[in-house]
T-cell receptor, first 115, second 116 residues
Framework: ETGVTQTPRHLVMGMTNKKSLKCEQH?????MYWYKQSAKKPLELMFV???????ENNSVPSRFSPECPNSSHLFLHLHTLQPEDSALYLC??????????????FGPGTRLTVL | AQSVAQPEDQVNVAEGNPLTVKCTYS??????LFWYVQYPNRGLQFLLK????DNLVKGSYGFEAEFNKSQTSFHLKKPSALVSDSALYFC??????????????WGLGTSLAVNP
């Protein structure tokens, strides 16, 4: 395993629910990321935190709300989602998001289904 | 615009044969190139990267990749494929652009099937 864990692994929710995804990294990294992976589409970067500061919000709808309380933990709060938000949500971490040679390490993902 | 292309949706090879998964890129400046693999129901696993230096990069699980600047390519290779190599492979590039140097640009992925 890569040292990045995600919970839950699977989540089914209705459009009116509120839920949260959790990510934890045990690699001593300073940057954390949320990605959305949908079939037949490139990986979509959603948010980036570097040294606990949000440095990227890639035009993500406000129904997705990230939280990074420290450099080891990252959350994605979900509310009033749409069926098209169903996807695999991947968390990643790296040493420093500003480094060009920086390598990202991924968690196993949360498979989200919105009914 | 920066981009990555993986021209083959699927590659089929027989076990024991060499495999190649293709990747071409378009970036400004010198590219930083990455290969990742994704097994079913798993996240992406880092295989190797090219930063500078030797054009042949060796990575995990016996994989290697060759950087070709003139052809703007970074093809992934393995001399002898295993059935367990069957997975989805992603190429990614990070260009030298002050506004975008954090972002990786991802290909759509190539599904590799190794037949026994």
């Amino acid at each position: 395993e890569t040292g990045v864990t995600q919970t839950p692994r699977h989540l089914v929710m209705g459009m009116t629910n509120k839920k949260s995804l959790k990510c934890e990294q045990h690699l001593g990294h300073n940057a954390m990321y949320w990605y959305k992976q949908s079939a037949k589409k490139p990986l979509e970067l959603m948010f980036v935190y570097n040294f606990k500061e949000q440095t990227e919000n890639n035009s993500v709808p406000s129904r997705f709300s990230p939280e990074c309380p420290n450099s080891s933990h990252l959350f994605l709060h979900l509310h009033t989602l749409q069926p098209e938000d169903s996807a695999l949500y991947l968390c990643a971490s790296s040493q420093d998001a500003g480094g060009r040679g920086d390598t990202q390490y991924f968690g196993p993902g949360t498979r989200l289904t919105v009914l | 615009a920066q981009s990555v292309a993986q021209p083959e949706d699927q590659v089929n090879v027989a076990e024991g044969n060499p495999l190649t998964v293709k990747c071409t890129y378009s970036v400004s400046g010198n590219p930083y190139l990455f290969w990742y693999v994704q097994y079913p129901n798993r996240g992406l696993q880092f295989l190797l990267k090219y930063i500078t230096g030797d054009n042949l990069v060796k990575g995990s699980y016996g994989f290697e990749a060759e950087f070709n600047k003139s052809q703007t390519s970074f093809h992934l290779k393995k001399p002898s494929a295993l059935v367990s190599d069957s997975a989805l492979y992603f190429c990614a590039v990070r260009g030298y652009n002050a506004g975008n140097n954090r972002k990786l640009i991802w290909g759509l992925g190539t599904s590799l099937a190794v037949n026994p």
